[in-house]
T-cell receptor, first 113, second 115 residues
């Protein structure tokens, strides 16, 4: 069964600190992996997208890594800001389609001043 | 270029009523996707439409739910005879084309509450 699991479920860190969120997936055939940020009450916004051959991709203070062998991905946030408080969702695309996306439940990140 | 628009943002219905959720994709986007998100859960794919065509509705319940994307106007997700279990956030996304690296752009969602 195609699944995406994320950890931790929630995380609280102080402003300015770094953090890393984890994503494990069992999706076949694998096409690509995306990280989305979802602010409370808003729709998800794409942060990164990586295909099988990409190991890392950055978007500002966000850096995503992908290990296709172990089927793991991480999202590292550097020098966190209060505006980083949101849910971060790992999404894996199965096959060669854009719409067959398997969504994780997300990690709820809270940044405290 | 306005983003994906959804309305209403909040909708309250009593059991047995109908709910109509509207989605206007970004300008130039002809591909629309509907998702449902229950509290504390991830998004679940419901249906994928192109103009006047349903491409994949494998995630949509067989009864009471329907979707359309007419040649003119917004995409509509229609839920007939709503039940309490339909209470959720419904998100619409759009993309300019189909492709495995294409990004989907999401609207703000419609929060449906069934009393």
């Amino acid at each position: 069964k195609n699944q995406v699991e994320q950890s931790p479920q929630s995380l609280i860190i102080l402003e300015g600190k770094n953090c890393t969120l984890q994503c494990n997936y069992t999706v076949s055939p694998f096409s690509n992996l995306r990280w989305y940020k979802q602010d409370t009450g808003r729709g998800p916004v794409s942060l990164t997208i990586m295909t099988f051959s990409e190991n890392t991709k950055s978007n500002g203070r966000y850096t995503a890594t992908l290990d296709a062998d172990t089927k793991q991905s991480s999202l590292h946030i550097t020098a966190s800001q209060l505006s980083d408080s949101a849910s971060y969702i790992c999404v894996v695309s199965a096959g060669d389609s854009n719409y067959q996306l398997i969504w994780g439940a997300g990690t709820k990140l809270i940044i405290k001043p | 270029n306005a983003g994906v628009m959804q309305n209403p943002r909040h909708l309250v219905r009593r059991r047995g009523q109908e709910a109509r959720l509207r989605c206007s994709p970004m300008k130039g986007h002809s591909h629309v996707y509907w998702y449902r998100q229950l509290p504390e859960e991830g998004l679940k794919f419901m249906v994928y439409l192109q103009k006047e065509n349903i491409i994949d509705e494998s995630g949509m319940p067989k009864e009471r739910f329907s979707a359309e994307f007419p040649k003119e106007g917004p995409s509509i997700l229609r839920i007939q005879q709503v039940v309490r279990g339909d209470s959720a956030a419904y998100f619409c996304a759009s993309s300019p084309s189909w492709g495995f690296q294409e990004t989907q752009y999401f609207g703000p969602g419609t929060r449906l509450l069934v009393l």
